[in-house]
């Protein structure tokens, strides 16, 4: 069973800085692709940034003060949130996606950790 736990939210001014960490048990290499994802009470998920194979991919009001990176000596990953805003306010979720078995009969499982809160104060 894989297991995600993300750390490192908090509460920050704007302009400040966070480091969000999503240690998986087990070796990260098996993911074909992590992300991080986050929620506002009442609205849906969205997709904050994602890192596969050779590519990251952010959302557009992320871009330039967010990074996605991983470790896989430590099987985690990380989110660099710089220049925060008040609108970055959020529960922040890992997510990972893993593929099993041949191409033509491909299974996928996806992965979610429990979510980190993260306040921007104006």
């Known amino acids: 069973q894989v297991q995600l736990e993300e750390s490192g939210g908090g509460l920050v001014q704007s302009g400040g800085s966070l480091r969000l960490s999503c240690a998986a048990s087990g070796n990260i290499f098996r993911f074909k692709s992590m992300g991080w994802y986050r929620q506002v009470s009442g609205k849906e998920r969205e997709l904050v940034a994602v890192i596969s194979r050779g590519s990251t991919n952010y959302a557009d009001s992320v871009k330039g003060r967010f990074a996605i990176s991983r470790d896989f000596a430590k099987n985690t990953m990380y989110l660099q949130m710089d220049n925060l805003k008040a609108e970055d306010t959020a529960v922040y979720f890992c997510?990972?996606?893993?593929?099993?078995?041949?191409?033509?009969?491909?299974?996928?499982?996806?992965?979610w950790g429990q979510g980190t809160q993260v306040t921007v104060s104006s």
């Open positions: 997510h990972a996606q893993r593929e099993v078995g041949p191409v033509e009969g491909v299974r996928t499982f996806e992965y």
